[in-house]
Structures are given as C-alpha cells and as structure tokens.
C-alpha cells in the first residue's frame, strides 16, 4: 500500500533557534569562500606550485563564486611577493628595426627614462656651448690656417714655374686648366695658337702636358689634406664635445653598473652623440628664395635617445595581478601603433605598448575561458608564449597581406606568470579532450561544486553571507525569519532537503530582491515576508510562457483531462527550462494495443521527434513485459505510445512508468485516473529511479488543478528516491496539508499502478499466473487472448494454403 507523503517531508524548515543573533546587523562580515574546500585545495595547490605546465582553469557553475574566490586569494598571495621588474624598450643603434627590450628594478624605468631625458637636454645646451668656446675656435683656425697656407704654397711655387714657361693657371667648368698666354698675360686664342710654327706648337703642347701633370699632383694633394683637414675637424669636435658627453654617460654606467645591457646601451649611445653631432649644434635659418616663402624649420630628432616605459610597477605592492576582461590579440600581447604624417603611416620604437601579459609578468594573470576562444588568435598565442616562455609583440594580420611592409620587430620578452583560466565545465572538458596542448599547459583543475551539505555550520555562513551583502550594500538588516528563508531557497536551488546552493549570485539578488520589498514595505527589518514577497515577485516576472501554456490547457487547445477515468490514457510530466525560469508541463501521453506482433511501437521515434534516451526507455518499457508476462510462455503484442499534442523535439526516460501505466491500462482494458500525474523512470526489473526538476513537476500539475478546483482526489506519483529533493512552494505544502493534495512516493512500478486503478497489482502464483481481480491478471487475460487469436489466425492461413496446394495438383 502506498502511504501518501506528510507535509512535512515536502519542505525542509530552517529552524529559528539556529540563529544567535536579532539582525544580521549583529553578525561580522564574512571574509572568505562558503563551501567550496576542494576548489580552495586546488588553487592553493596550483598557485604554491612553481612548476613549468601547472597552469590553473577554475570551472563550474555561473554564480558559485569563481571570479570573487580567485581574485581574494591573488590578492593575498600576491601581496607577499616580490614585485616584478620594470620593463622598457630603447633604440637598438646597431639594428635600428629590433628595439632593445632592458628591465630593471621596480621604480627604476621613470628613473632611466628621466636620465636619459635630462642629458639629452643637457647636451643640447652643453654641446653648443663647447662649440662656442675660444679654444675650440683657436684649434680649428689653426687646423683651417694650417691647410690654407699648405694650399697656397702648393699653388703658388706651381703658378711661378707655369708663369716663367709661358703658362697660366685658368678656372674652367671642368676644374683647373693649364693654358699658354701672350707676354701681356692674355691666353692665347686658337688662331694665334694655330699660327705657331710646328716646332714651337710641339713644344708648347709638351710643356702645357707637363704642367698640368703638376697641377692635377698638386690639386689632388690639396684634396688629400682636405680630408685630412676633415678628419682633424671631425676628431677635434668629437674630442672637445667628449668632454661634455663623457662624464655624463661615465656616471649614468657607474648609476646602472648592475644593468649589462642598459651599459652596452650607453656606450652604443655615446658613440651615435659623438657621430651626430651636427643635430646638437645650433643651426642658423636660412633665408627663403623668396621674400613670401617662408619654408619650415627641420626638426631634429633626439627620440632614438629616449625610454619606452612599457611596464611601471613603481606604484606596485606586491606581484602583479591583472584580469583581462577583453582577450583580444592585442590586448593581451601588445602592439605597434602607427601614425600618418604626409599620407604615410610610420612609426618607431616609442610607440610599442604593453598588454596583459607584460603587465602581469612575474605574477597572475586571469582570463575568462569563453572570451579567449572567441577572439582570433589569441588561445594559440598564449599557448605560445607559455611553451616558449616569451613575449613577443608581433604585427598578427602580417602573414595575410598580400605585400609585405617593413616593421619593427621588438625583442621578445622573457615571460615566467601563472595563468588563471575561468570558465564553465563544458568548456574545461572541450579543451581537455581536443587539445593535447591544453594538457600539458593546464594541469590544475579547480572544480566549483553548485552545492554543499546542509549543515548548522553552514547555515550560519550562509547567514553571514546575508549580513556582508547587506553592510557592503548597505541594505535594511535581516531578521532570523529572513534569513530562514533564504536559507530554505538555496535549498530549493540546490533541489535537495540536505544540501545548500553555492551559485551566491542568484542568494545576493534575493538579498536586494528582498530589501526592496522591504523598503516597499516601511518597514526597517527584512523579515520573511518580505523573501517570500521577492520569490513571489519574480515568478510573477518571468512566467509569461507558463501562463499561456496553462492557458491554453484551461481553455482545453492543450487537452489535460484532470478528472474522470481513461483507458491508455495517463498525465506525464515534463520540465521546460528557459534559462531564467523553469516550470512544469503536464502533458497526455496515450497507448494503444491491438492484436499483432508488431511489439511496442514508439510513434515519437517513428517521426524523428525522440531522443536516444527516450528510444531507450521504449525497449526498457518492451524488456520488463517480456520479463514479467512471458515467463512461462511467449506473449504477442502491437502497441503504440505517444505524447499528444507534442510539438517539439522529446528527451529523457522520466515518463518511463507512465508511459508503461497507459501502455498496461490499454491492454487490460482498466481506465486510469485522470486527476493524478506520474513522473518516474524504471528499470528492467521494475524499479522506479529518481528523476529531476521534481519540484517544477509537482508544482506545474498542482497550478493547473488548483485552477480548476481542488477535491482531494487530484495528486502526483514520484519515485520514492525523489523525496529528499522537494523543496514545495508553500500553497502545495498547505493544499496537502488540508487534504486537498497528494503526493504518491513508490519504488516499485506496480505501486503506481494501483493507486492509478484503486485495482491491486498481483503476485505472480508457483503456476505462471496472477490472481483474479487484479490487473495483472487482466493483463494475462488479454495476451491470452491475442495469442489465441493470432494461432486461429495461423492456422486459417495454413488451411487457406494447403487447400491452395490441392486444387494446384
């Protein structure tokens, strides 16, 4: 006999005197996570340990605190560690293309960058100043004097002896020419040169050869000192502006003598100074051509010379902790930005700009899982650059152009940070199955259980949750009642009497939900009236789609019988969940069974509207008739089951047992009741199994008969193995209490059978068959007869054949 269940096994109360406080204005803030010891152990793990691959995805659940949980204990971890080195690129002098990537100590690029800002401007005021001086002036004239004398001597000794064989020395557009002339100095001219006897004209060609043999030795003896004139010039700037530079650049080294690259640095920087010296020279501005032009000035550029700070942890407390919201390319690895000056887009060192990762280098970074994999490139990036253990800022859309451009190519960075991944399980699972990389990369799992055990400690953390919620938002207190209440809804998300939800997100918006009420209210507690207010409120909010499907079954469009008695004819119970809200759907599944040998007939499957688990079910329904009607000889049978009115895809094996009621009910011929629902699933041997969403399903029945009006008669069967996850809204728990309502828990199959029938089930006699007046009797009954009747059939056919036989012979 099925016992009906009491009121209160339908609902698990939070007890007032579990509480030792009035308000939660009373109770401490909560710091730390509620109910989740494994996901803690795992991060502690992953975190402590500094091990190449022990990468960290944090999955589970939205809401169960993922983000808030790693974020305090980064927070704290980090805070106890080093902080990371700062970060800067400057100009690579010998590959101008590849800037230079140098770090030092935190604090110490502003510091860098300031020096070299200083003594640039230091030297454009010092180097002038040098060049301005009377002793530099005294050396060059003397340098300039020395080679003007020089050149003079040169061409002076050449013209006398050019003079005294009747020769002249002549500026011509080819350069210096050797030329005959008269006594009075003039040149000859072609004529008078023509008009030379031959002798003479030999002789003056061989003298005028000679000479001018002497004058391009001298001409290029001049220009031989003018180079060395230049170098002595140039080797006189470079020793005199030395004197500015060299002290400056001396003690910057000696400043950074624990830095071997920013030294080398130096060094390769006062060797460009002293090679350019001409840009730190002030420069007089030319007249324009025309008086109205006025051309524009030259700019000279010192830039080469500056500090691209691309990581300053000067203001950092610890290691560097960074969550990347948007992992884009460039987000998380950096880029060059460009500049368009005179229709060409140009760029240079300084404008290299850090991402997630330089900024997080020597720490933590945390990145949602989802928004990684949706955004290009950058999943096999940071697999990437956590393999190689670098980070290189890269031009990603490069290998897609058609034509190549030249870019800059900064050295890449040295990488050593743990990352964090978050995301939900699906998404761990996809990657952990698809992707061997992801292996060997994450190898830290910290699962975030929905749940945890309905404990007092528990309970009181839960309190203490409402109590941080309302002084960090500072929302009205809560009472005990309140705070009860809230309590029994994380059960009722956990849909479990033992255990509690851990998605705190859908318990903090039931804390403000309620505090507005409450305000709504006047009142200056949340009591409990108020939490059941905020639920109520919300169902009222997102039932649109419940309210038209119940609708439509008042208004019989969606045929649900809720009185009388049918034969193959049973209400099932399905949940439709629409994200938001989810509710329970009775719907009419009906069995038809008729002579033949056809076996169960699944008409959803037949239509390709059934899932594999549903198709399942079907044979375990056709299994369990073979195992309890055919013991003892071979039954025949033709049925069919369906779900009426069904317009969309079917899943799941939780209207096993009323699939198999309707089923039983058209082969025995014994009408069912109407006004109560079954949800269960079963087994071969009969044994119902718990289901889920069974608080959704008893309450969508309960709606739609309380519309119609309540007798007493109206209930729902469910899997005895389901009774520790009601968690009833109270106007069930009062109607069932008052006797208007009834829930059937049962653990075997027959069980439900009897209360849909009032007819007793049967055992099965040591002779194969069941008792008279009970339904498995009937059942027998009728396999008898389609037995009987297929071998009357059988043997017709054979009479019909032989006779067939005779008249062909």
Same mark, same amino acid.
């Not at 003056?204 to 001049?222: C, N, S, T, Y």
């Not at 368009?340 to 720490?363: C, E, P, W």
């Not at 990036?381 to 980070?391: G, H, T, Y």
């Not at 403000?512 to 949340?526: F, G, L, N, P, T």
């Given at each position: ?563 009388? +008695? =049918? %034969?193959?004819?049973?209400?099932? !119970? ?5 994200? #938001?809200? &989810?509710? $329970? ?110 608080? +959704? =399903? %008893?309450?969508?029945?309960?709606? !739609? ?5 309540? #007798?007493? &008669?109206? $209930? ?94």
């Amino acid at each position: 006999m099925v016992t009906k269940l009491k009121p209160e096994e339908l609902y698990k109360c939070c007890e007032l005197d579990t509480f030792d406080f009035g308000t939660t204005d009373e109770i401490e803030r909560f710091e730390g996570t509620i109910g989740q010891e494994k996901a803690l152990r795992s991060l502690d793990f992953g975190l402590g340990l500094i091990s190449e691959g022990f990468n960290i995805y944090a999955l589970g659940e939205s809401g169960t605190g993922k983000m808030r949980t790693v974020r305090a204990m980064l927070n704290e971890r980090a805070s106890l560690e080093n902080v990371s080195y700062d970060w800067c690129y400057v100009y690579n002098f010998k590959d101008p293309d590849t800037p230079m990537a140098v770090s030092l100590a935190p604090g110490m690029g502003m510091v860098f960058h300031k020096d070299m800002d200083d003594m640039v401007k230091t030297l454009r005021t010092e180097i002038p100043k040098v060049f301005e001086s009377k002793e530099y002036e005294k050396q060059r004239s003397r340098i300039v004097e020395e080679f003007q004398q020089k050149q003079k001597e040169l061409f002076s000794s050449l013209e006398e002896e050019a003079r005294a064989k009747g020769f002249a020395i002549r500026k011509a557009v080819a350069g210096l020419l050797v030329v005959p002339v008269r006594k009075s100095g003039e040149p000859l001219t072609e004529e008078e040169f023509a008009q030379l006897d031959d002798k003479t004209r030999k002789k003056v060609g061989e003298l005028g050869k000679m000479l001018q043999e002497r004058l391009d030795d001298v001409a290029r003896a001049v220009r031989e000192a003018e180079k060395l004139v230049k170098e002595l010039l140039s080797r006189l700037e470079r020793e005199i502006a030395l004197g500015a530079v060299g002290p400056m650049i001396d003690d910057l080294k000696v400043k950074y003598k624990d830095y071997e690259k920013i030294v080398k640095y130096l060094e390769a920087a006062r060797e460009d100074i002293l090679t350019h010296l001409e840009d730190f020279k002030v420069t007089e501005e030319q007249a324009p051509p025309l008086p109205f032009m006025k051309l524009p000035k030259p700019e000279v550029s010192f830039n080469r010379y500056a500090v691209n700070i691309i990581v300053n942890n000067k203001e950092l407390k610890g290691a560097p902790v960074v969550f990347e919201s948007n992992p884009t390319y460039l987000n998380l690895f950096g880029r060059i930005e460009y500049k368009v000056q005179y229709g060409m887009a140009i760029t240079d060192f300084l404008m290299i700009k850090a991402g997630s990762l330089h900024r997080a280098n020597g720490g933590y970074v945390v990145i949602n899982a989802l928004d990684l994999l949706k955004n290009i490139f950058s999943y096999d990036a940071l697999k990437r650059a956590i393999k190689n253990k670098e980070l290189k800022i890269e031009d990603v859309w490069e290998q897609y152009r058609l034509l190549s451009t030249t870019a800059l190519k900064p050295e890449a960075i040295p990488l050593n940070l743990k990352v964090i991944l978050i995301g939900n399980p699906y998404i761990y699972y996809l990657l952990y199955n698809l992707d061997e990389e992801y292996r060997e990369l994450f190898k830290v799992k910290a699962d975030f259980d929905s749940r945890m055990e309905r404990t007092p400690g528990n309970i009181k953390k839960y309190a203490a949750f409402v109590a941080s919620c309302q002084k960090e938002e500072k929302l009205l207190p809560f009472d005990k009642g309140g705070v009860a209440k809230i309590v029994e809804y994380g059960s009722r998300l956990a849909s479990h009497q033992n255990k509690l939800s851990t998605r705190f997100s859908d318990i903090a918006n039931l804390i403000r939900e309620s505090h507005y009420w409450a305000q709504k209210d006047s009142s200056k507690i949340v009591k409990a009236e108020h939490v059941v207010r905020a639920l109520d409120e919300k169902i009222f909010r997102d039932n649109r789609i419940e309210e038209r499907i119940r609708e439509a079954m008042l208004e019989d469009t969606l045929i649900v019988n809720t009185t009388g +008695e =049918k %034969v193959g004819q049973v209400n099932g !119970l399905a949940v439709l969940d629409l994200g #938001d809200y &989810s509710f $329970g759907k009775p719907s009419r599944i009906t069995a038809r069974a008729y002579t033949g040998k056809a076996g169960v007939v699944n008409i959803e499957r037949e239509t390709k509207m059934s899932g594999k688990i549903h198709e399942k079910a079907i044979m375990i329904i056709s299994s369990y008739l073979g195992s309890k009607y055919a013991t003892k000889k071979p039954i025949s049978l033709s049925a069919s089951i369906t779900f009426e009115q069904l317009y969309e895809m079917i899943e799941g094996d939780s209207a096993t047992c009323a699939e198999l009621y309707a089923l039983l009910s058209s082969i025995s011929g014994v009408p069912l009741k109407q006004c109560i629902a079954v949800t269960g699933s079963m087994d071969q041997n009969g044994d119902v199994q718990p289901i889920g969403g069974v608080n +959704e =399903k %008893v309450e969508g029945f309960f709606e !739609l008969c309380n519309i119609r009006g309540l #007798d007493g &008669s109206h $209930g729902v069967i469910i899997p005895r193995r389901n009774v520790k996850h009601l968690m009833l809204r109270h106007e069930v728990v009062n109607a069932i209490r008052e006797g208007k309502f009834s829930i059937y828990p049962i653990d075997y199959v027959e069980e439900g059978m009897e209360v849909l029938t009032g007819m007793p089930a049967g055992e099965l006699k040591e002779d194969g068959t069941y008792p008279e007046g009970t339904l498995n009797y009937l059942v027998m009954k009728r396999f008898d007869e389609i037995s009987k009747a297929l071998e009357k059939k059988k043997e017709k056919e054979e009479e019909k054949e032989e006779k067939k036989n005779d008249n062909n012979d």
